[in-house]
């Protein structure tokens, strides 16, 4: 009679690398929600739980007209964006013209360039447009934080919109030319319903990088504009406060619920092209 042998409880290295990245990336965000329900002012020892820092962030008016610059900031930005990286990403895909090549590369340039860079490169811009039109005066106010976050949301719309491009027939647009549509028409009634789930997902994916952004909008803002990053930051230079705490998770939710409904659109665009 033969026994067989017990099966040894294997664990690969794959998984446990698996494990330690994720716990090193979200393990902070848990401690973090954890004291933000934490009864004492200082985030050293935990003395029980409430949800007064919670109440305190909703009654805290510094923080909601911080926050209503963002949204201000972030909804006009991602709307001149949806158009222009739109507009950028089908002029790219469907026609050619001499430097093309050049000018894409410079199209996705903010994507990779640090934003410190694009900050100070904005600011720059910024005074050698003010020398001729006000003697040198920087008029900062937040038309021109809107302006900045524009050059990043353009790329960003684009880059998603090209994505949906690749996937499109062209033979769908001369379809609708050969049946007598101007091509405003084809391109209203043909060709932006099947890049309309595209143009929300990247609407919505930039409009949470511009809502997060601070570096950029500590350099291009004026001194009546303070957006919601910016008094975080303001706040937590004199320690971190379990408010601060409270505002950070409720930020997070919000991100990763704009996220979810950036992956539904984008499911349902791959589920109709497939059928």
Known sequence: MTFSQPTRFSFPWQALFTLLMFGFMYLPIMVLAFYSFNESPYS?????????????????????????????????????????????????????FPGKGIYQGVVYLPLIIPDIAIAVSTLVFLAAVA?????????????????????FCISYVALVVSTRLTNIDPHLEEAALDLGATPFQAFIQVLLPELTPAIVSGCLLAFVLSLDDFLI??????????????????????GVKPDINALSVILILVSGFI????????????QRRLQ
């Open 44 to 96: 050293a020892g935990w003395t029980g739980f409430t949800l007064k820092w919670y109440q305190k962030f909703f009654a805290d008016e510094r923080i909601i007209t911080a926050l209503r610059t963002s949204l201000i900031v972030a909804l006009c930005a991602v709307a001149i964006a949806a158009v222009l990286g739109t507009l950028m990403a089908v002029g790219l895909s469907r026609y050619r």
């Open 131 to 151: 020398i001729p039109l006000s003697g040198g005066l920087i008029q900062l106010s937040l038309g021109t934080i809107v302006a900045a976050h524009v050059v």
């Open 217 to 238: 909008a500590s350099f291009t803002a004026g001194g009546g504009a303070n957006t919601l990053p910016m008094e975080i930051f303001s706040r937590i230079r004199t």
């Open 259 to 270: 996220f979810v409904i950036a992956e539904y659109f984008r499911y349902q665009s791959e």
